[in-house]
């Protein structure tokens, strides 16, 4: 596969992203190597990683408890405690090897240690792959919110081997399903249709599939890196579904949703409201919601659990000037951006959802 040139970074796929990285770090003169982890790529995925690593440099293990609550602030600060125990300096280099948690974090953590150390990332999940390690976004979350804390700040390469795939449940998987849907939905009819019949999919080619939807959101994110315009087209879905995600983490008699999970319940939420503003017809929503409905378990959402996810989206960082801005879909495979919803539509939706 040819690798895809982002902004400043390449994203290598498959064998050919190891003979790269060897080669990258031959000819960087870097001190020692860290490979961050959390408890389940220490577990599934190293071992698969390091025989593909040819250096002489000295390399360490640095591993967090896997999972997102463990993606904050004081997780950082342990790591950054490690780091400097071990004697990282401006010339080390970490590799964050792991999905969207660990590719989000330890990149903050680089990004911040010593005012910013190289990073490079090797995406275990579909999630991470297809999102989360492509487009410099950092960072963590602020208590049960989603992604306050962070910068944007670019990898010296990401590396993309779909064989990591292997180790994940089924469940993770459908939570990276969600935002290649996404990317069909904003960016590309005629990919989203290819999803319309999963048991269609000849699943040997889903690499292809994971290519084009590296190649929607780089197209993107190239536009526009630091998400003041057509960037935010890559919030469809998230909106109402990090509010979701957040009320679900917090609550202790909720079942925790995965991040697709809750970003598939936000696209139908927001594809509704895009019908109510006459941006998509009747049979693209009804196409929308039960392809979506077919792929991910309904959510039981009782009235108590409303209001508390419309205050939640008060902390939602696309909100301008005291007011919440949603990225809706204008037709299947185009977007509108700072799209102004009333709480009374978002109230309707839920309603439509649960029918």
């Not at 005629?190 to 080619?205: G, H, R, S, T, V």
């Not at 917090?250 to 941006?279: P, R, V």
């Not at 204008?330 to 959802?353: C, M, P, R, T």
Request: hydrophobic letters at 40%; charged letters at 25%; a negative charge.
């Amino acid at each position: 596969m040819q690798s895809i040139q982002a902004n400043n970074y390449p994203i290598y796929f498959n064998e050919e992203g190891y003979n790269a990285l060897n080669s990258f770090i031959e000819g960087s003169h870097y001190s020692n190597l860290f490979i961050v982890v959390d408890s389940n790529t220490n577990e599934f995925c190293l071992s698969q990683f390091l025989p593909y690593l040819a250096t002489d440099l000295t390399i360490e293990i640095i591993e967090f408890e896997a999972g997102e609550p463990n993606k904050n602030i004081e997780t950082c600060v342990e790591l950054w405690n490690v780091l400097t125990e071990l004697g990282a300096d401006r010339k080390s280099l970490i590799i964050n090897l792991g999905g969207g948690v660990v590719t989000d974090l330890g990149g903050f953590v680089a990004s911040t240690f010593k005012r910013g150390i190289d990073f490079v990332h090797i995406p275990t999940t579909l999630l991470s792959m297809v999102d989360a390690s492509v487009g410099g976004k950092t960072g963590v979350d602020l208590g049960n919110l989603k992604n306050q804390i962070g910068v944007i700040n670019v990898p010296k390469m990401v590396l993309i081997d779909t064989q990591y795939l292997e180790t994940l449940p089924q469940e993770e998987m459908r939570s990276g399903l969600a935002e290649m849907l996404k990317h069909g939905l904003i960016y590309d009819k005629e990919y989203w249709e290819q999803f319309l019949d999963l048991k269609a999919i000849d699943f040997a080619d889903f690499d292809a599939l994971i290519y084009r939807s590296v190649e929607i959101k780089n197209e993107i994110v190239m536009q526009d890196p630091t998400e003041k315009n057509i960037r935010k087209a890559l919030n469809f879905g998230h909106t109402l579904g990090h509010a979701i995600e957040s009320y679900f983490l917090e609550n202790d008699d909720k079942k925790s949703l995965l991040h697709g999970e809750a970003i598939a319940i936000g696209m139908i939420l927001e594809s509704y409201i895009s019908l109510q503003k006459n941006l998509i017809t009747t049979d693209e929503y009804h196409q929308i919601k039960a392809t979506i409905k077919s792929i991910y378990e309904a959510v039981v959402f009782e009235e108590k659990d409303i209001e508390p996810i419309l205050e939640l989206l008060i902390h939602d960082k696309k909100n301008e000037y005291g007011s919440i801005q949603f990225a809706l879909i204008e037709g299947i495979g185009k977007i509108k951006i700072n799209q102004s919803v009333e709480n009374e539509l978002i109230l309707e939706a839920f309603e439509d959802y649960k029918s």
